[in-house]
């Protein structure tokens, strides 16, 4: 499939900034080291080796190390206090590299390297950059994306304008396993001879960056690129070995799979035609003796994908796994929930006992005594450690479907890029194809010396342990919807749940339960503490029937209704789409919220009373949408006692309308996570903008 040429003069440019240290992980160290080795096996002198690393040769703590495993019961205690006060913390190291010159990996480090090293390049050289790091995404949406080196970042523009002195004749090769990597892809186009290998596009994260040592050392993109390179020589075959071999949720590709499928979205731009139909259509000009039908096969194979014979089969199966996702999230935050409050309130009694732990001694001491007594107190009651059991079984059975999803989502834009190999070529211009060849002799040369006595080695290996079908995510997040009553209430004494209201059409509007009936047991388990309810009606399986025994005034009752499967709430809505009926309610009884839909815009704000940046945003708020004409509805997920007590401490007007969200709706709807979030809704109703936190303007458009 691909040609070999001889390699000439190599120098190797190795970079992991890391941000600071606790950011750098132990990961980078292992990344760069395992480089070095390979190059030391191939014989590349040490003195054509540069190495930027974090802070170079500076004393001070530079990687981020956590040793150990956790406790297979420290699930118990997650998310309490005795769990932050106590979980082992990363320790923070001074890395050294024995016989090695380190440079800071910063811009003008960076800079003079090449500056020295430029001229001595020649254009039958070659530049190999090779780059661990975090990375980042350009703050407009575009290919500018940046690596974080140490304490500041680096652009696809400032290393386009930092290799000026390599000269154009130079081969230059970047191997990129940063998150955003794809957007330095676009250099091509700006560069002769530069070509490169990434492990993804502009807008999604990379993977393979931990501080653990004991696991988790031996994930993602660098690595795997690493073998393959180490066994192909070329970035071209290790790049197509990745494509099978790597099982993080990266998005391996080529600078020549960018160039075709830029040509193919203009194509479909000029022929005003949809882009799937566009691709599909011009499958059929290519050799079905392609090698890349057999890659696009074993992709196929290897991670469950179906028959993806066309881009719109792609863009199916990314839909229907977009769609899992959505539902996947809904239902493992509900099961969290549940599971989050059961450990906290059979917890906290134990905890509270015990003292702040102080030192690194006390608080592992401490971290095993909070464990074990959570969980003895875990089977004092008969059944509860199984109910807590079965909740952590949703929430992990959750994180294993998510993770497969990630996968396979990520593997379908892996056959995608093959589909533009195949799809691509049928339309380039004349000038294209002469691209097109150059950069390919460019990913084909071979970039590291050949090892010798090594085995030949024909291409990419077929997979030997298939995943599981994607097909089969629908019904696997199906397994995991939780019981639905549909019936609101409030905390009361003792695990008590207080009806408030039931819901319209909901199983619980079926049957007898009034406004002040007090549930106090579920299928004959006493509610002993708050959420009791919650956990039980979540847990029922759907279609069977939920006994309630409720108290109403002095009579006893027991009431059956049958669950229903919790009810799934639309999607977030996109740009342009009509923003779903909202069910909010005013902070103040008998006032009104804004309208939204009815010829004003209006912000929806995602605050919280703990949320310094939220009240920081407040005047800026108000002046922005005084000068846009536009309402603004304080949306908050609190609880409304709180909020007033708040409102009264601080003794001052708000500025905006309160509205509670007491169903989580507009939450959910909206993913918000974290506070402040901004959605504006333009003045038909529909989404205009979104934007999260807050610094020192509105980040809405």
Known sequence: MYATVALTALKVLILAGGIDASENHHSHYVHVTRLLEVLDGRGVPAQDVAVFWADGVDPGPDRS????????????????????????????????????????????????????????????????????????????????????????????????????????????????????????????????????????????????????????????????????????????????????????????????????????????????????????????????????????????????????????????????????????????????????????LLGEPVLRRMKEPRGARAKARARTQAIEAVDAASRKRVGLRARLETLRSRVDGGDRIRAQIDLQEAAAIRAAYVLGRLAGPTVLTRDERARLDALRVCETTPVLPPQLDAPAVTGPAAPTSPRPPAARVPAAVESLRPGYLGLNYRDGTDGVAVVTEALPASPAAAVDLQAGDEVVAVDGWQLERNGGLRESVLLANPGSPVVLTVKRGRETLEVSAIAAPMPLPPPPPRVGEVVPRLRLTSLEPGTTLPPIGEGRRVVLFFWATTCKPCKAALPALAKWADARGAEVIAITREDAAEVRRWLRRKGQRFPFPIALDPHREATRLFAVDSTPVFVLVDASGRFADEGAGFEDAVPLR
């Not at 309490?80 to 106590?86: F, G, P, Y």
């Open 65 to 344: 190390v956590r040793r150990g495993r956790p406790s297979a019961d420290a699930w118990l205690i997650a998310d309490t206090r005795i769990d932050r006060d106590t979980a082992p913390v990363a320790e923070q190291v001074d890395t050294r590299f024995p016989d090695r010159v380190v440079r800071p990996a910063q811009r003008a480090a960076l800079q003079a390297w090449f500056e020295e090293v430029g001229p001595t390049l020649g254009p039958d050289d070659t530049l190999l950059v090779a780059v661990t790091d975090h990375g980042e995404a350009d703050p407009d949406g575009g290919f500018d994306t940046r690596i974080n080196l140490w304490g500041e970042t680096w652009s696809t523009e400032q290393l386009l304008e930092d290799l000026g002195p390599v000269p154009q004749a130079t081969r230059v090769v970047l191997w990129m396993s940063q998150c955003h990597s794809g957007g330095f892809a676009e250099l091509f186009r700006r560069r002769e001879n530069l070509c490169g290998a990434f492990s993804a596009t502009p807008d999604r994260v990379a993977y393979g960056c931990y501080p653990e040592l004991a696991e988790r050392d031996d994930v993602g993109h660098f690595l795997r690129f690493l073998e393959a390179l180490a066994e192909h020589g070329d970035i071209a075959r290790a790049n197509d070995a990745v494509l099978l071999s790597d099982d993080a949720p990266d998005t391996p590709h080529l600078t020549s799979d960018v160039l075709l499928w830029g040509a193919l979205e203009r194509g479909a731009e000029q022929k005003q035609a949809d882009l799937a139909r566009f691709v599909d259509a011009r499958l059929d000009a290519a050799a079905h003796d392609d090698p890349s039908w057999g890659l696009l096969a074993s992709l196929s194979v290897a991670y469950g994908l179906g028959v993806l014979d066309g881009y719109a089969r792609v863009e199916e199966l990314l839909d229907a796994l977009g769609a899992a996702r959505f539902a996947l999230d809904t239902w493992t935050e509900r099961w969290k929930a549940a599971l989050d409050q059961a450990r906290k």
